[in-house]
């Protein structure tokens, strides 16, 4: 039985929270993962945007940004173990790719034969096997893509090479392999050297077989019993050990806390930037929120709010989202955190069809606020499940029924089989074992994955609930 939140209003404790949204930064990251001695802050903002909490006033942050994540691989192989223990749970999206080698007239295979490569030029590509791995590259791509000297610079680590300038009909003059290197002459005597594993890596047939971001995902029994311990303030503020610790929960899970934080703005604050930039939003860097309708969002009234996420009219949706609580009187105040990634596992196990459309029909996500001083009007598009298309990892949830607009991007047959596959998600998200719910107190940090380019997942987040029973509507 699907469990709904009714849309009311309802007697609430007295709770203070403070709001924000960060932007990641990179630099603060590889400082804490590689060791470097790198400042902790750089870099210019990102594009204004914002995020919201519920129950109020309330102090909370979020981040944004394309390419921090990237960073983390530094921190992948630490958290392997994790992911060794949890390997019931990883979920790997895997995609629907078999290798298969075609009639070929003659293979070309370096010595000694026993290392298992071989190529073959044909008119418009060369076939490499090596490493298990059948690619295919065109040779625009081989000549685009060399990383001598003269086509790449490797102190800035970008392309030097004018790609309009490669003849779109050339093909290499010579080819040769070695151990470990594909060596390639072209007709105007330029090399070009890759290392075969840097192809395999980087080809795309094995970028099908890779997964981008391992995670894992959850339901309310699977975190409980993981155990995910919270992080210490003066451990994550003052150690790398400590903010290791926080970002390989965060990556894992996509949710992380940290205990004993000092309940005042200025403390928190200093918290976020610890993780990256604070991001510039119409709401300012960091803000306080309470149940007045002080701005012209349902997240600033009495009414309860079912699991959603935010920012989900942005074009490009916040990353990171922080919430503290500062001050809490009374009874209740609990949060319900549900694993959007683990939801949309469920859907494409069981209706792979229904997950499919909803990668890909496109919607309008909208905020309108006409409150006196803040007029403003953002629209985002995208479907609610975006997923990697090489190898259908999924990478971000649009999942907002408030914010969603007016359905006109696709036809009449289309959108009802969207409904359908719609509420097959929605049921998933209702479902009450996967619910985790946590009480949220003064001094304690909630850090979770909102949304975003970032390829980090999100919790769908729901009204609260007290123990009475009495719906308080804050996340």
């Not at 001695?37 to 914002?50: D, N, S, V």
């Amino acid at each position: 039985m699907v469990r709904r939140v009714p849309r009311r209003s309802v007697r609430k404790p007295h709770i203070l929270w403070l709001g924000g949204l960060l932007s990641p930064s990179s630099t603060a990251l590889v400082a804490a993962l590689d060791g470097s001695q790198a400042p902790l802050l750089g870099g210019p903002p990102r594009e204004a945007g914002w995020s919201r909490c519920r129950e109020g006033p309330v102090c909370a942050s979020g981040l944004s940004g394309s390419m921090w994540c990237h960073r983390l691989a530094h921190l992948f192989s630490s958290t392997q173990c994790l992911l060794n223990r949890s390997s019931g749970h990883q979920i790997s999206w895997q995609p629907r790719y078999r290798k298969s080698l075609p009639a070929v007239s003659r293979w070309h295979h370096m010595a000694p034969a026993s290392l298992n490569c071989a190529w073959q030029l044909h008119g418009d590509h060369l076939e490499l096997r090596y490493a298990e791995t059948l690619m295919r590259f065109d040779y625009v791509w081989l000549r685009d893509h060399c990383r001598s000297a003269s086509c790449y610079n490797s102190k800035t680590n970008q392309r030097s090479l004018d790609t309009a300038s490669v003849d779109l009909c050339i093909k290499p003059k010579t080819v040769r392999v070695d151990e470990t290197t594909l060596f390639l002459t072209w007709p105007d005597g330029h090399v070009t050297r890759y290392g075969l594993e840097w192809l395999v890596k980087n080809s795309y047939e094995g970028q099908k077989q890779q997964v981008m971001h391992p995670r894992i995902f959850w339901n309310a029994e699977i975190y409980q019993q993981a155990q995910v311990p919270s992080v210490d303030c003066q451990n994550f503020l003052e150690t790398k050990e400590g903010l290791k610790e926080f970002l390989q929960n965060f990556l894992l899970y996509g949710i992380a806390f940290v205990e004993n934080v000092p309940p005042t703005k200025e403390d928190t604050e200093i918290l976020a930037e610890r993780i990256s930039l604070i991001r510039e939003t119409i709401y300012g860097r960091m803000w306080y929120f309470t149940s007045d309708f002080s701005r012209g969002d349902t997240a600033y009234t009495k009414l309860a709010l079912d699991r959603h996420t935010d920012t989900t009219y942005f074009q490009e949706p916040c990353g990171i989202q922080v919430f503290h609580c500062l001050k809490h009187e009374g009874t209740g105040g609990r949060t319900l955190l549900v694993d959007g990634f683990y939801a949309a596992e469920q859907v494409l196990q069981r209706a792979p069809e229904e997950f499919e459309l909803l990668t890909k029909v496109p919607l309008k996500h909208e905020y309108i606020e006409n409150v006196v001083g803040c007029p403003n009007h953002m629209i985002g598009v995208g479907p609610i499940l975006n997923i990697y298309p090489w190898n259908n990892e999924l990478y971000l949830i649009r999942y907002n029924n408030y914010d969603r607009a007016v359905i006109n991007t696709v036809p009449y047959d289309v959108v009802h089989r969207w409904y359908a596959a719609h509420r097959t998600l929605t049921t998933e998200l209702r479902r009450p074992e996967n619910e985790l719910w946590v009480k949220l107190k003064p001094g304690k940090h909630l850090s979770f994955n909102l949304c975003g380019p970032t390829p980090l997942r999100m919790p769908i987040c729901a009204p609260g609930e007290d123990e009475d029973k009495e719906v308080d509507r804050w996340d």
